[in-house]
């Protein structure tokens, strides 16, 4: 697949997500997502240092990652990602992704985590491509049913 932008495309920038991308992001998350997150979740998110948006004259993607305290070390967290659907392919989703390891990196975490619907192979490719390694899987974790795996990557 080609990740080069469209001609008529300004390259998006990746950014910390502000209060007024949230109508935006919410947006995307509903078209892309069954069980799209509600927007107070968003909201709950602003100002975190791995909640980002990649945006040129909109939001077209989006980003939300964090770190859950362990007894050990903490472990970072992709939560979510999206791109807009007339935007997939042109390498958004890669940006955000590096970006936010870079973010997660820059804290106290060894390993990354992530949970992707068994089904989602463009998901799935993109965080294989990026280091992420298939370690379990979460039974019916989807509340249609479907299992998730959960994928780790080591810094
Ligand atoms: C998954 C998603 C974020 C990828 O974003 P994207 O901007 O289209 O991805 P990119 O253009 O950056 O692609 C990067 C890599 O991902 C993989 N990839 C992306 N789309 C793919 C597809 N349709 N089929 C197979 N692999 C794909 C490829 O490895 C690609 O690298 P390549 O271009 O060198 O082949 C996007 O498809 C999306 O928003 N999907 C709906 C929401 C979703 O499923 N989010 C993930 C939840 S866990």
Do not use: C
């Amino acid at each position: 697949m080609t990740t080069t932008a469209p001609e008529n495309f300004a390259r998006p920038l990746v950014r910390q997500a502000r209060r007024e991308d949230l109508l935006a992001i919410y947006r995307i998350e509903q078209a892309s997502f069954d069980q799209p997150w509600p927007f107070t979740a968003f909201e709950s998110y602003v100002g975190e240092p791995g909640f980002l948006v990649a945006a040129d004259s909109t939001v077209v993607g989006y980003v939300v990652a964090d770190v859950i305290p362990t007894h050990a070390r903490d472990l970072g967290h992709i939560k979510d990602l999206a791109v807009h659907e007339s935007r997939r392919g042109e390498g958004i989703g890669a940006m955000l992704l590096v970006n936010a390891l870079s973010v997660l990196n820059s804290t106290n975490v060894d390993s990354v985590k992530l949970e992707v619907r068994e089904s989602n192979d463009a998901a799935i490719q993109l965080y294989r491509k990026y280091g992420f390694e298939h370690r379990w899987r979460n039974p019916e974790y989807y509340s249609d049913g479907e299992d998730a795996l959960v994928l780790v990557r080591e810094f």
